[in-house]
DNA sequence: CACCGATTGTGAATCGTTTCATTGTTGAGC
DNA sequence: GCTCAACAATGAAACGATTCACAATCGGTG
């Protein structure tokens, strides 16, 4: 391995101080053409490239971004990360992109971490409530922006979507649908999202003037087609006229999960059992029966979550906190619609 | 925002040198209990977080490494990224994931950011050929893997999957089935893989004696779920005679893809076209037409590349370069059996 | 011809941490 | 009482890039 190459041994090649190399590096108009020259042979020569730890250790901030997510397996993250990149690769930044599993051992590790890497900001899901890592943080000053969670307070910037009226828009469209018994899938209620989500499916219900009893909660260790599989082999095995006739999942992969068991089990969909998911991540559609699903702007929330970010970033002093809240939109597909022909 | 701190300001308050304050980080047992005590005191109460820049700046190299892959969106690659997720952290490496969307041009200016960073080391699936900037990177001495492609010499590690054969298990299986007109759908061939997959599939067909007319390439401009309609759109306006009667697509994107759109069209599958995939991403089995598919141990495929890259980081000099090549596995659901009922 | 301002380039100080040669302290052993 | 080893702690140097006050050079002007 070459020892590696810094401004001094560019400064020698080219004959000039290591001021003048910096300066054809960062303000090449301070430096005369023939200098600025003799100055970018040598760093083609010599294959230099800079050393962004020095730079930054100077400079006291970095030009990365921590980007904390609940599941990157999990495409609603996934598109929400893209949109981050974009966000952030236009303004110079790369973005750390971790991953909790819904930990808080986990996420406190990658906290440390990135505070640790001085990153210029960090964009989180968090996966339980707010950590004490995670307010000390932002007291010491690195920008948090919460991600598909809202903020309590009005001192700190959100981006999320409205996750009651989406599930109640989801547990109002099956009622709608004749639906008496309706099982909510998802957990642990830890997690605000989720918690949101079955709050609004109880809206639904109370307002539809049933019992509470008629939502049946089943609480999942994980967001994932496994743990959708075995929440239903839990339903399936309730007394029939106990047993609930459609779920709303909290997110898509628990309900595909559902889906691929109910059908395994020779139960048919929407027939014997609805189901709606969350998300709309483009799997759903393209599911065994296409899935009705609550969507949510999934690009855009980690674009404008990122804009907020940057904005807080480049200027904490004039920086106005805003807690942006995008609507939901429900989406209609085979897996929750009534079948013109009777059902059995 | 309170003035960072420093183990100076750390050291003031514990009535100690700087040096005392790094070696109570670093090496604990150097120090008396007292003092350590009193050290650990001060950090606790002033909030003291290390800065890595800073300590880099120093070591030399960070605690970091580079994944740099063709799609985040992509479930085979955030499977893969998982593996390399839990390998890097269990050596307390924090892993930065690129996304290059299959462009030289964002690989270029990841890589360039990343040997800016002074990772650790770089796990990369290139877009295209071995880039310059790759190989005086390495050159330079950043260890690099790379991942989902077989390198061409001996003199880098790389961890594969055996793509040629598997292109020839996924043909195979389909002219053992009955057919005789097969479209390849995949593109740009210019990604190695892709290019493997479809000399497998040709090494298939040339197998079974038939004309290399029989395999119908029909190219894509990337790998998901758009591309995969788009290609099928072209394919369904051939000549009934002409057209094909299955279709190998290069990864399961494309092909739930295809599968969405020929069921738009009102084609039935496997009855009037077959599919077979690659990767079996999870979503595969719960398509609308369960996907047939080339799995690949997609979770393994990152943890090795990840393991051979922290033992080069390691030790440079006693390394030894290897290439690691895994099996695909065939997997057949309905989406490419035969019907028992005659079709049609 | 002395002086001025503009233009280029210099080099030392700086960021925060680690390292290492050195100093200071203790206590054991003779 | 002296020496020596072991142990604690010190503080300055080093990592590599940036910055900034300053010096050098030049053409032009009064």
Chains 1, 2 share one sequence.
Do not use: W
């Amino acid at each position: 391995m070459a020892a590696a190459i810094s401004v001094k041994d560019v400064a020698a090649r080219a004959g000039v101080s290591v001021g003048t190399v910096s300066n054809v590096l960062n303000r090449p108009d301070r430096v005369s053409p023939e200098t600025r020259d003799r100055v970018s042979a040598a760093i083609a020569e010599l294959g230099f490239v800079r050393n962004e730890s020095a730079r930054h250790l100077r400079a006291g901030s970095s030009r990365t971004v921590g980007l904390v997510v609940l599941d990157v397996a999990n495409p609603f993250f996934t598109d929400v990360a893209r949109g981050v990149e974009d966000t952030a690769s236009a303004a110079g930044l790369a973005v750390i992109l971790c991953n909790t599993d819904e930990k808080t051992t986990k996420e406190d590790a990658y906290l440390e971490l990135l505070e640790e890497q001085r990153v210029r900001g960090i964009l989180i899901t968090p996966a339980d409530a707010i950590s004490d890592r995670l307010t000390e943080l932002r007291r010491r000053g690195t920008p948090v922006v919460l991600l598909d969670r809202k903020a309590a307070g009005r001192d700190q910037c959100s981006v999320s979507v409205d996750d009651r009226k989406g599930g109640d828009l989801a547990v109002s469209h099956l009622l709608e649908s004749g639906h008496r018994r309706i099982a909510f899938v998802g957990g642990p209620l830890s997690i605000a999202q989720v918690a949101d989500r079955l709050r609004g499916a109880r809206a639904a219900v109370k307002r539809a003037g049933l019992p509470e009893a008629a939502l049946i909660v089943t609480s999942t260790l994980g967001h994932n087609v496994a743990a959708g599989r075995l929440a239903v082999q839990e339903l399936v095995t309730m007394a029939k006229r106990k047993a609930p006739t459609a779920v709303f999942c909290a997110n898509d992969l628990l309900a595909l999960g559902a889906l691929q068991e109910l059908s395994h089990r020779g139960f048919r969909v929407p027939a014997d059992m609805a189901i709606v998911g969350y998300d709309d991540i483009d799997f759903a559609s393209a599911a065994m029966v296409p899935l009705s699903s609550v969507r949510q702007p999934r690009h855009q929330l980690g674009r404008t979550a990122a804009e907020l970010l940057i904005e807080e970033a480049d200027n904490a002093a004039g920086h106005k906190h805003r807690q942006v809240v995008f609507e939901p939109e429900l989406i209609v597909r085979e897996s929750s619609t009534r079948l013109r022909r009777a059902p059995r």
